[in-house]
């Protein structure tokens, strides 16, 4: 549970009183149904009932409920959908659950520039669905159903990473309402700009330590002419992983390239009804671009796979087909926890350079072996990001287990060179790896940040950042 100092309920009152004068009375409530669902994100067993909910709709909005916390020292916790998996949303007591789910608005769209302007509560889905008629797409696609604010403070990606990069790639500028209730804007509407800090980075992955996201500017992207999607199928795990590398290694600028081992492909037929396919180690593939340079991606890709033992690939050729696939592999972790219904699945997400994959995946299955747990994997391999989905029973004793595996991963991971969230972020689930990823040193350049935009305290209390001699968390 939360480490943060809890806030009084007398400062909780204060504040629901000030944002009610403020004109929001109708945005609060305190049904309990609606603090349940705000009480805890995904996953992780960590959940703590919000003071009250207050769905916001605009900047102002905002403004109104920052000002208000900031003034009564209350803490408030930005909610956009709740599907992150490491106890982001989780609030401490006594603190304002702020809901940003209504700030669905498109405000721009510049087609002709590449980008667009919406309210941070957009879901990608609905921009995607929206915009369709432009011929442009945002392709950071995380499984969730997740907002756009929440993609923004999670530094998020998912499988189209590989060749569009992550939020922080595809982000030109944000409205962020800071803890005092200031609003400001950062970046703009260019493709670069040498002048001032660059907060639009500082904000992006700060999981709501550092501000409000009100608006996001958006780069966008053209629909490819042709498309292409296949599966190819492996006798084993190290040829697919080895089969990825070389892709990747080699340069050949694929759109997705998807690792599903042998329990999760099994997991997803039953699950998505992939039929015509074995529960054998699987890559799906994504081929972008005008018909020649698919057709010389895929014959390159299929070589590499043929020599790691490839079997022949399975082309989706219909958009209903790649549909199909990539909403099976969006699906994933739905499908893992169909393996054992009422057990509770943790998502681990690790990186590593791509070169260090095969060895990282090798030592985990040994890991996996010795805990005796049931752990899909699958991952983002193209970028050298990969989870373990730890299926344990829903008891004390089934999340100690999980951790423990989960803190051999992280600890190989970072052994290798690598990170122990490629895309999840901190929340509190990885607080306690921060400090042998960065040092103390830059940690401390953290505290500092934090001290200075936060300096009472309010946002998101207890996550991102370890507790230390700057920060008490
Ligand atoms: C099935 C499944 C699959 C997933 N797959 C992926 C994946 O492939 N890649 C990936 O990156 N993640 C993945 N995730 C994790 C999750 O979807 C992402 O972290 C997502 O970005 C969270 O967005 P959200 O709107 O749900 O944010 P929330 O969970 O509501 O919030 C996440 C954090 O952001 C803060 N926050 C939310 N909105 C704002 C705002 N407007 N301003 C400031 N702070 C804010 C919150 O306080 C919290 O700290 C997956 C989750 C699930 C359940």
Known sequence: MNECAPSSASRLSAALAAIRAGGLSAQVSTAPSVLETHSHGEAMEAACLPGAVVFVESTDHVATVLRACHA??????AFGAGTSVEGHVTPPDHAISLDLSAMTAIVEVNAEDLDCRVQAGLTRQALNARIRDTGLFFPVDPGGEATLGGMCATRASGTAAVRYGTMKENVLGLTVVLATGEVIRTGGRVRKSATGYDLTSLFIGSEGTLGIITEVQLRLHGRPECLSAAICQFPTLDDAVRTAMEIIQCGIPISRVELLDSVQMAASIRY??????????TLFFEFAGGPAAVQEQVAATEAIALSN????????????????LWKARHDAFWAAKAIEPGARVISTDCIVPISRLGELIAGVRQDIAASGLRVPLLGHVGDGNFHALIIIENTRQGYDRAWDLDRRIVARALALGGSCSGEHGVGMGKLEFLETEHGEGTLAVMRALKNTMDPRNILNPGKLLPPGRLYQG
């Open 72 to 77: 009564n020292r209350v803490p408030v916790v």
């Open 272 to 281: 998505s009804g992939l039929t015509g396919y074995e529960p054998l180690t």
């Open 309 to 324: 033992n490839g079997q022949a690939f399975a082309w989706a050729d219909t958009a209903e087909e790649r549909t199909r």
